[in-house]
T-cell receptor, first 113, second 116 residues
């Protein structure tokens, strides 16, 4: 079955600390992988995506993610978080001929001052 | 327009009433998607439009839900005889082509529907 798992419902980090949000997927074909961010009362904004090539992908706002096929993971990282990064983060997977993305349940990021 | 616009942003309705949710996609985006986001859940796919056609309605939860798109632009999601379990945020997204993942979705801010 196709699925996306984000094991952490909430994560709390101090401002300036590093961040890693986990995403594991199950997908029968070559996966296209995405991270989106949703600020309160806002729609989802694309942070980054992986289709092929270099497995380390750079995105907006200083985020990056690494695709690890052997672990079926696509974890999101940021070296130093800012208070403005507090939001909910969603991982999603799709395929080349499949317009419908499969979404994780999201991880809420809380920033401690 | 510059982004995907959804209206209303909030809607409170009584159980049993019908509601209409509107989505105005980015001009030129041929693909349009409706998703539902319930508290603590990921996004649930509802329906996909390519132009005015809906090749995939498989996500609509029941026959109380319907959607249409006119002129390859504005879309309306209608929920008839609303139930409390319909309470959620309804998100609309659009993309340039049918392969949304190649171009990336652009999402609206959503309509928060509360059925009381």
């Amino acid at each position: 079955a196709q699925s996306v798992t984000q094991p952490d419902i909430h994560i709390t980090v101090s401002e300036g600390a590093s961040l890693e949000l986990r995403c594991n997927y199950s997908y029968g074909a070559t996966p296209y992988l995405f991270w989106y961010v949703q600020s309160p009362g806002q729609g989802l904004q694309l942070l980054l995506k992986y289709f092929s090539g270099d497995t380390l992908v750079q995105g907006i706002k200083g985020f990056e993610a690494e695709f690890k096929r052997s672990q079926s993971s696509f974890n999101l990282r940021k070296p130093s978080v800012h208070w403005s990064d507090a939001a909910e983060y969603f991982c999603a997977v799709g395929g080349q001929s499949n317009y419908q993305l499969i979404w994780g349940a999201g991880t809420k990021l809380i920033i401690k001052p | 327009g510059a982004g995907v616009s959804q209206s209303p942003s909030n809607k409170v309705t009584e159980k049993g009433k019908d509601v209409e949710l509107r989505c105005d996609p980015i001009s030129g985006h041929t693909a349009l998607y409706w998703y539902r986001q319930s508290l603590g859940q990921g996004l649930e796919f509802l329906i996909y439009f390519q132009g005015n056609s809906a090749p995939d309605k498989s996500g609509l939860p029941s026959d109380r839900f319907s959607a249409e798109r006119t002129g390859g632009s504005v879309s309306t999601l209608t929920i008839q005889r609303t139930q409390q379990e319909d309470s959620a945020v309804y998100l609309c997204a659009s993309s340039l082509g049918s392969a949304g993942q190649d171009y990336g979705y652009t999402f609206g801010s959503g309509t928060r529907l509360t059925v009381v």
